[in-house]
């Protein structure tokens, strides 16, 4: 088990499935979590300070930071509209931006940075262009900050989850979850837990050589031949 006692981890978009799970795991690593519970309530490109100082304040200290807040929807990319296409981008893309931006000022050498992007950043989904266009964008904002964070010691690394189960899922898209258990080697879907195990060993020390990657968590589905 990796050993996180004694350290301060902020997890934005806690109140989630997936983000429940990453606070989770840090949890049972011994770290003390903070857990922001926003997506777009308390817009994060506006209060990304404030809670990022909040809990460096009342910790006295900041280790790491998993950028997970994030937005879904599905709408067709031909009558999507700027609004729509721009409340995701501001959301996926621009609050991880600024709470790493915030964070960077409290992270010590050795801390970590962990965005939260998506396996769709680089194979698209119908009805997806925008979250799939922020996801992409973020995976790069990592490798950038991975570069200029570097030599003060912090890394910025992705985690790129595939479908991770959620309550509910096998009954609202049935066939979807038929096609990926039918695609996956491992032939399960993901859970929370699985993405926070990886989000834990980005943070550990276990990955101190490890920055500007993107850790893809989908059970080799992405593995599998497109013809």
């Keep these: 088990m990796i050993d996180l006692s004694g350290r301060v981890v902020l997890v934005t978009g806690a109140g989630g499935t997936i983000g429940a799970g990453i ?14 519970r926003g997506t777009q309530d308390g817009d994060l490109r ?9 809990a460096a304040a009342h910790h006295g200290r900041l280790d790491a930071v998993v950028n ?21 981008v501001d959301t996926n893309l621009t609050g991880p931006f600024a709470v790493t931006q915030a964070a960077a000022a409290h992270l010590p050498a050795g801390g970590s940075v962990t965005h939260i992007a998506s396996i769709e950043g680089r194979n698209p989904a119908e009805g997806h262009a925008h979250y799939s266009a922020s996801k992409a964008a973020l995976i790069m904002h990592a490798r950038a900050a991975a570069l200029e964070y570097g030599p003060r010691g912090i890394r910025v690394n992705t985690v790129s989850p595939g479908l991770v189960a959620r309550p509910g899922i096998e009954e609202q898209w049935p066939e979807g979850v038929a096609r990926w258990l039918a695609a996956a080697p491992l032939e399960r879907l993901g859970t929370p837990e699985d993405i926070g195990n990886a989000c834990v060993f980005l943070a550990s020390d276990l990955a101190s050589w490890i920055t500007g990657h993107d850790l893809v968590v989908d059970g080799g589905v992405t593995a599998r031949p497109t013809w």
């Design 46 to 54: 506006t209060e990304a300070q404030r809670v990022v100082d909040e």
């Design 68 to 88: 997970n807040a994030g937005v879904q929807p599905v709408e067709p990319l031909p009558g999507m509209t700027i609004e729509q296409w721009q409340s995701v």
């Design 23 to 36: 606070a989770a795991r840090f949890a049972d690593a011994g770290a003390l979590v903070v857990r922001h």
